[in-house]
């Protein structure tokens, strides 16, 4: 297919999903391009630990009931929830989380901290 529109993207990425592919690689010109689905989800943090390598002293993932969560965070909020965690203070918010799906347990598959919701809360109110 020449120059797809992107409701025809979004078909042929559904039809290679239902056929259990992960996604679609697509070129334009000589660049590649790979599109795969995601989802969002808000989930509570439950516990973290402190980074490794180049995250020593600072956050390294935070963990949910959906699994660990450690890709997406930029360094200044490793430091600031890192700080936050230490002070007591990280355990029990929401933070915004991608992935591309849920596993057949519920966990996360691929899982990127998107961003803290602050304008969430445990029992579900804004």
Known sequence: MT????????AQLQRANDLGYEGLVLRKGDEWIKIKPFETHDVLITGFSEGTGKHRGR??????????????????????????ANAGRLIGHIIEVTCMELTDHGNFRHPVFIRMRPDKSIDGTA
């Open 59 to 84: 956050l390294g993932f935070v963990t949910t009931a959906r699994g660990a969560v450690g890709a997406g965070f930029t360094d200044n909020e490793r430091e600031v929830l890192w700080a936050e």
């Open 3 to 10: 120059n797809p529109t992107p409701a025809e993207i979004r």
